[in-house]
């Protein structure tokens, strides 16, 4: 889940953004961290939502495609005449 960059001796944490020391001890002792935890637990919630608003997008875009289907098949079923139709008979 967390995600480290490291540079110089230090350790960046992309979860808390801040830098930490890269020594086994301390990565621990960051890990187990009540922030980093709070942290952890705050991105967790903030992809779920993102996910949730996603799904809603996707469902409202699945609607618009429903309704384009059935305007087509409205459209099919009472065999409108194309453009060029129209003109033959006259009315263009
Ligand atoms: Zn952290």
Redesign the pocket.
Known sequence: M?EYWVSQGNKW?D??K?F?SNNPASIRN??L?Q??KD??ARRLNTMREDKARKDKELQQAARVVERIESVSGFILQFRIQPRESLRTLGFE
């Open positions: 967390t944490c979860t808390c801040i930490i960051h890990e961290g922030r980093h942290n952890v």
